[in-house]
């Protein structure tokens, strides 16, 4: 069954989110592979085929499609992840599913470890974002570009 576009039906809703997308990826300090690769291990996780496409195309610009295939079990290469990348995922990861974490103080204490205050509440926004966008792509089944 088709579904809405939202893009279409809610323009300043969509303005709205993008303008959040771009103060992540050109606004902050993070690195932008660092942010696609958050995007993407977050929409892994909400299941939204579209962004999944759309990041890992993004990820593919700079990084290797072996490392790509391997972001949903990064933790089990820790030698392919920077410890950046490793506490990003974690933290990416640990806030997607919050209500099942609530954040521990663990997860917390880790990523603050390894991201100065400013660029770990700009990766949280980042997380968020997407989660967003997630639970908007998912549901009205945005179509990907990927072609069989």
């Known amino acids: 069954m088709a579904r809405l576009n939202w893009f279409e039906i809610a323009p300043a809703g969509a303005k709205a989110?993008?303008?959040?997308?771009?103060?992540?990826?050109?606004?902050?300090?993070?690195?932008?592979?660092?942010v696609h690769l958050v995007f993407l291990r977050v929409s892994q996780i909400n299941g939204c085929a579209h962004c999944?496409?759309?990041?890992?195309r993004d990820l593919r610009k700079s990084m290797s499609i072996g490392k790509i295939t391997l972001v949903p079990v990064w933790?089990?290469?820790?030698?392919?992840?920077?410890?950046?990348?490793?506490?990003?995922?974690?933290?990416?990861?640990?806030?997607?599913?919050?209500?099942?974490?609530?954040?521990?103080?663990e997860a917390y204490?880790?990523?603050?470890?390894?991201?100065?205050?400013k660029d770990l509440v700009d990766l949280t926004i980042a997380i968020a974002a997407m989660n967003a966008f997630n639970r908007l792509g998912a549901p009205f089944r945005l179509p990907v570009a990927t072609k069989a």
Not at 27 to 34: H, K, N, Q, S, V
């Open 52 to 56: 999944i496409d759309l990041h890992s």
């Open 109 to 117: 204490a880790a990523v603050s470890a390894v991201f100065e205050p």
């Open 75 to 105: 933790y089990e290469v820790p030698h392919l992840f920077s410890d950046q990348e490793r506490a990003a995922l974690a933290w990416a990861e640990e806030v997607t599913r919050i209500s099942e974490t609530h954040a521990s103080d």
């Open 17 to 34: 989110l993008s303008g959040i997308h771009h103060y992540v990826t050109k606004e902050t300090d993070l690195p932008e592979e660092l």
